[in-house]
T-cell receptor
Framework: AQSVTQPDIHITVSEGASLELRCNYSYGATPYLFWYVQSPGQGLQLLLKYFSGDTLVQGIKGFEAEFKRSQSSFNLRKPSVHWSDAAEYFCAVAGFYNQGGKLIFGQGTELSVKP | DTAVSQTPKYLVTQMGNDKSIKCEQNLGHDTMYWYKQDSKKFLKIMFSYNNKELIINETVPNRFSPKSPDKAHLNLHINSLELGDSAVYFC???????????FGQGTRLTVV
């Protein structure tokens, strides 16, 4: 069965420190992978996506993610965290042509930023 | 301009009532979705519509009935509301089923 695991429920980092949020997926074919961010009381905003090609993808707000097929991972990184990055982060995998575009989400990682 | 908009943003209602949530997108997409986010923030798809045709119904109780009058709208009607229906409901849209989804702001439904 397809699934996404985000091992860290809650992470706290200091402002200016680097960040890595982990995501592991289980999917039978080549996955389409996404990271979304949800600020309190807001909807989900797409940070970045991986469909094919270069395994290091750049997103908005200075985020990047690396697809590692051998490790079934798609970790999100940011070199220097800002206080405004505090939010909930969701990793998701999609099956498109045979699954109607359904996104399967991980449990989410809540990021807190210390001043 | 709001890309995917949902109304209302908050909805408080009593058990047994019937309520609707409306969703509209102005992105020109032909695929729309409803997702449910529970109290633990877990997100799960409920329905997917492509060109007004239902393509995913993820074992949702038949008290939930989506309706897509046109490609830009996907409404969700819920009959006989139960306490367990309390959640945040997100509408989303995408271009066909093969691209990223754009989400609305969510509707927080509270059943009392």
């Amino acid at each position: 069965a397809q699934s996404v695991t985000q091992p860290d429920i809650h992470i706290t980092v200091s402002e200016g420190a680097s960040l890595e949020l982990r995501c592991n997926y289980s999917y039978g074919a080549t996955p389409y992978l996404f990271w979304y961010v949800q600020s309190p009381g807001q909807g989900l905003q797409l940070l970045l996506k991986y469909f094919s090609g270069d395994t290091l993808v750049q997103g908005i707000k200075g985020f990047e993610a690396e697809f590692k097929r051998s490790q079934s991972s798609f970790n999100l990184r940011k070199p220097s965290v800002h206080w405004s990055d505090a939010a909930e982060y969701f990793c998701a995998v999609a099956g498109f042509y045979n699954q109607g575009g359904k996104l399967i989400f991980g449990q989410g990682t809540e990021l807190s930023v210390k001043p | 301009d709001t890309a995917v908009s949902q109304t209302p943003k908050y909805l408080v209602t009593q058990m047994g009532n019937d309520k609707s949530i409306k969703c509209e997108q102005n992105l020109g997409h032909d695929t729309m979705y409803w997702y449910k986010q529970d109290s633990k923030k877990f997100l799960k798809i409920m329905f997917s519509y492509n060109n007004k045709e239902l393509i995913i119904n993820e074992t949702v109780p038949n008290r939930f009935s989506p309706k897509s009058p046109d490609k830009a709208h996907l409404n969700l009607h819920i009959n006989s509301l139960e306490l367990g229906d309390s959640a945040v409901y997100f509408c989303a849209s995408s271009h066909r089923t093969a691209t990223e989804a754009f989400f609305g702001q969510g509707t927080r439904l509270t059943v009392v």
